[in-house]
Structures are given as structure tokens and as C-alpha cells.
């Protein structure tokens, strides 16, 4: 992997970076920060899995988040949301919500999506591979959040591997892709018509199936958030907990919306709460 | 004024605003953070004046300032850095430090440029009047601060008019511009030859001849600025005010740049800074 960006930021480096992905078979670009103390001992990571439209900078420029990752030592891992270049399918209508900036963190097993849409091998395996040969960080302290669709991301991949996260949350997430447009459009070209291959990336369907007793979901969702009825559907998201005793804890946020003001509002408060599960 | 956008933000409102400008005879957008206290009683300002290339969002969007804004409960007002527009004069190259995005924070006197460029009245006199008329903001607490040319304009406007403000700080501020290309080429535009008329526009012209006692100038420079050198002459600050008696607290950050990492960095102590004077 090669650094083409760096800058020092609350004593720490936040670096971007370009490598070859295998799972995804084309280069991709990520961003880490790293806290001052990642130069004497390896850090426990936050991944920020990103929404629709974003790339690994939207997070990095806008959620002022370096300030608390350096407050609590840890490093923040902020991966591209889609396979990206030439070669790569992309929506032929240049839609935003399917193709580049729009991978949904699944396996695709559709053409043409399936030769480089592999977003969840590259979150879960790939990248913390990559991570743990070239920089600081702790391989066994590890926890993931994201935004949108990249809160979908997090809450799946978490439940899916509980084993490789010490805790999990989300903003606005879409909590239920099976049940609402953006959702259903990209599991149909990615995973196609057969509804038993969207029940692993469905953060309710996972729920209903098997709560994890070890996380305790910590979500934020803005009560003015233009796409919280029609899209991120929080209310199923409680029935699915409440159906199968999956610990919840989401906080409906007066007056905040889908933006980054948003999430710069409150990301201190989630990364307070992954620095105290990463300690355990 | 006309609000084109809002949302909010860590308990107060982020919103952008359009209105007719007077003095640079055109249309402007202006940024302005309101924190939580304003809907109660009128609140203390801090402009923000950004560096060239930039519009009224790059300090919105990435130095994360709201945060520390609204812990202290005073407002930040991010203007644009120029006149824009179809009818606004720019540079024949469309090169960067000239014309759009490049006001300097100046009255222009010469063609083609004095019939827009008016930034200094807008700042000073315009924006203000436009404000206090609309905005619940306490007219009679108003301080300043900036980056680079920002921080050129917030230290001359500051030493010009220390009735106005009760502090001001800058971020790696081009302290010379009479000494430096980017201020040379900017002050022979919008000034002409006469070097009698940069006076007024030079922090180290001014402070040679008035120093300010009600100001301690707070500024920050990073070490890796790649325009420390050559443009940003913080040396020359220092003799300035050593050679006056002005105060100074001149700050070499060590190992970083001129970019909105470094400003993010160090924001939270300058906005500490700001809420102290202006409680006094």
C-alpha cells in the first residue's frame, strides 16, 4: 500500500492511502488517523463505514472526528464505500444509489457486479489483513460504525462477525434494505431475486434470526431526517430487537437531519462509547 | 437576506444566507453558526475569515469549530472571500490568488476591481449592519480571527479598528503582504503602484506605526507549512511587534501544515481564546 496524503491532526497523522484490492480486483483507496500514541504501542481501531454517494474523505473533512479519536487513543479506519475505475460496472443511468459510491458492504453474486463488488470481504477480511502488516494497530481490539448506508454496513458485518468486533453503532441507518427502495434496488442487482441471499445483509432479518447478547446496538437517528420514514425505517429496527431481545439503545435526536452536522453532533459520544468497549 | 440552508448542529442552527451586497455590488453568500443560547438572548460573534480559494463552507464543513462554539455558546459568521458573480471581474488567467476567492480583504481603487471588490467596508461596516438586524447577535461583542489571507484580513481589520473588537488570532496569516508575492501581486491589482495605499493593509505596516494595547495578537503557525517560507513571513511579525511593543503570542506548531487539519487542531483553543474576551 502506498501513502498519498498525510497531515498531522491533533498530534496524531491522518494519512490516506491507495493499494490493490484483491477481493474487489482494483485499487482502492482508504484513510486512517492515527493518534499520537499509535508511534509507541498499537491502537485499537474504529472502522467508519460511510453512505451513499461518499468516498473515504466525506468522514475524514466533515465529522470532526480526529478530535475525539485523539482523545481516546484510538484509530479511525475509513474505507471507500464501492469499488471504483474504468473497468468497474457502474449504473448505467449514473444513478447515485447503485454502482460506484453505492456498494451496500455485500458479496455480489450478480453480473456484471460479482467481478469487483466485494465490499464485504474487503471490510471484514481484506483490509484489517492489509492493516495489521503495515500499521499500528491493535488486530484484537477492533469495533465499527458508519452512517447511512454505511450504518447498514456496520450493524451487518458486526452481527454477521461477532467475533472480530467489540462493539458496534450506527447513524441513521438503513436497518431494513429488504423493506425499503434503496435497499431492495441494490440487493436486486447485487444479489439478485432470490430473498434468501438478502437475509445476511439485512441488520432486522439477522436480529430476528439471532440476537447478539454481546452488543448492545447504539444508534442515533434525527427526527428530521428527510429519509427516516421511507428509507431507514428505525421502528423495525426496534420491533426486531424487541421480537428477540437484541439489546438496543436508540436515541431519536430532535430537530437533527441526514447531513454531517448531524453526525459531527454526536460522533464524540459514539467514539466515547467504542474507546470504553475496546478497554474491556 | 434569504436563508438557503439549515440544519442543525450540536444544539444550535448551521445556516447559509444570500442578500445584496452594497458595498461589492452583488450578490453574497455568507455562513453563519447559531449556538443554542441565541434563541434566548443575543449572543457574542466570531468572525471567520477564510484563505484564498476558499467560500464561506470550507470552515463549515472542516475545521469541526461548532463544536467549541456551542460550549461556549457565542456565534461564528464565515463570510466569502470575494465578490462572485457573471458581472464581478476576475483574473484574466482564472489564476487562484487573484479576483474569485482572492479578495484580500481590501477596497479596491483600481480598474478593473473597485467597482466589486469592497471586502474590507463588507466585513467591517456591511455585514455587521446586516446582522445585528437580523440575527440575535450581541453587536457590541464581536471579535475576529482567520487563516492565511483570512488572517491577514482579521489582524488588519482588527489593528484598523480596535473598537470593533474585543480580540483577535490568525492561523498562519500572511503577516507581510508587502514582502510577499501573493500579497504583492493581490495589493498592486487592487491598489495600484503607490505602496503609500498597501500601508493600511500590511499587519507589520500597521503595527510598526500604532501599536494596540487592548490586543494580544493569539496566532498559530505550523512548522511544515509549505508557505511558511515564502509567503507567511512569521519572522516578520515577530520583529514587527518586538520593535513596537505590540503583544504577541506567536505559536510554531511543530509538524504541521497550512491545510484544515491544522486548524481543527487548534480552533478549540482560539475559540477559548475568543469566549474570555469577550465575557470581559
Known amino acids: 500500500m502506498e501513502c498519498i496524503a498525510q497531515a498531522k491532526c491533533f498530534g496524531g497523522t491522518q494519512a490516506q492511502y491507495k493499494h490493490r484490492s484483491e477481493s474487489n480486483n482494483c485499487d482502492m483507496t482508504f484513510s486512517v488517523y492515527l493518534p499520537e500514541a499509535s508511534q509507541q504501542r498499537p491502537v485499537p481501531a474504529l472502522y467508519w463505514l460511510s453512505g451513499l454517494t461518499c468516498t473515504d474523505q466525506n468522514f475524514v473533512t466533515k465529522a470532526g472526528a480526529q478530535r475525539y479519536a485523539a482523545e481516546h487513543q484510538l484509530a ?51 483490509l484489517p489483513s492489509l492493516l495489521s502488516k503495515h500499521l499500528p494497530l491493535d488486530a484484537q481490539r477492533t469495533s465499527i460504525s458508519g452512517h447511512s448506508m454505511g450504518g447498514h454496513g456496520a450493524l451487518t458485518i458486526a452481527l454477521n462477525n461477532p467475533e472480530k468486533y467489540h462493539s458496534v453503532s450506527a447513524f441513521a441507518p438503513i436497518a431494513a434494505p429488504s423493506q425499503c427502495a434503496w435497499g431492495i434496488k441494490a440487493l436486486q442487482h447485487y444479489l439478485g431475486d432470490e430473498r434468501s441471499q438478502w437475509q445476511k445483509y ?18 442515533d437517528q434525527g427526527t ?10 428505525p421502528s423495525l429496527l426496534e420491533q426486531a430487537c424487541e421480537a428477540s431481545g437484541q439489546k438496543l439503545t436508540l ?3 430532535e430537530g437533527y437531519d441526514h447531513s454531517y452536522y448531524f453526525i459531527a453532533s454526536f460522533i464524540g459520544e459514539h467514539i466515547a462509547f467504542h474507546a470504553a468497549a475496546l478497554k474491556e
Open 76 to 126: 479511525l479506519v475509513m474505507p471507500d464505500t464501492s469499488p471504483r475505475g474504468e473497468h468497474v460496472a457502474d449504473a448505467e443511468d449514473s444513478s447515485w444509489d447503485l454502482g460506484a459510491g453505492a456498494g451496500f458492504y455485500v458479496n455480489a453474486i450478480q453480473e456484471p457486479w460479482r467481478e469487483h463488488y466485494q465490499m464485504y470481504s474487503y471490510i471484514v477480511d481484506e
Open 224 to 233: 428530521a431526517d428527510d429519509f427516516l420514514q421511507d428509507q431507514l425505517k
Open 202 to 219: 439485512d441488520t432486522c432479518e439477522l436480529i430476528k434470526k439471532q440476537p447478539i447478547d454481546k452488543f448492545n446496538l447504539f444508534v
Open 251 to 253: 436515541r431519536y435526536q
